[in-house]
């Protein structure tokens, strides 16, 4: 590991060779796990203002799930996250022709109904970021669904 600033690295970031592959993982990150996306509280507002706009993208058990539960979730440690239906895919998971989950936010921004892309933990994965009260500390998430 090595700090930069009030950030922890890991070597990992460095050393790792990665690529989101779509066309081989199917988009199995968004579907495979137990907890949604990780947001920060400024994306959970984006989330609550842009929900009427990305609503027609989205599948009909993302729609139940997010009128439910919400545009976002707190777990019980107090995290920030997608919601999910019946604890599998992210609510906010569409398929294409090809059964591939992409993300009905980042469709919505592609038509030009948003002008958000999607949750920065998305963008990032497999690299994960997570704060703490003296510093942020950078991952690589090493799941076989990556592979």
């Not at 990150?29 to 609550?48: S, V």
């Not at 058990?61 to 009128?67: H, K, P, Q």
């Not at 892309?117 to 690589?140: G, M, Q, W």
Request: glycine share 6%; with cysteine; hydrophobic share 35%.
């Amino acid at each position: 590991m090595f700090q930069l600033g009030k950030t922890i690295v890991s070597e990992d970031v460095l050393k790792k060779e990665f690529v989101c592959n779509l066309s081989a993982c199917k988009g199995a990150c968004c579907i495979d796990g137990d907890a949604g996306a990780p947001l920060d509280e400024a994306e959970t507002k984006i989330l609550e203002d842009i929900y009427p706009k990305v609503k027609p993208f989205l599948r009909k058990e993302g729609i139940e799930a997010i009128e439910r539960q919400g545009t976002f979730i707190t777990t019980e440690d107090g995290e920030l996250e997608t919601p999910l239906i019946d604890n599998a895919d992210c609510a906010y998971v569409i398929f294409d022709e090809n059964n591939t989950a992409l993300c009905a936010i980042e469709e919505a921004y592609n038509q030009g109904e948003v002008s958000w892309k999607k949750p920065v933990s998305c963008h990032l994965y497999p690299i994960r970021v997570t704060d703490y009260t003296e510093f942020s500390a950078v991952n690589y998430h090493k799941w076989q669904i990556c592979d």
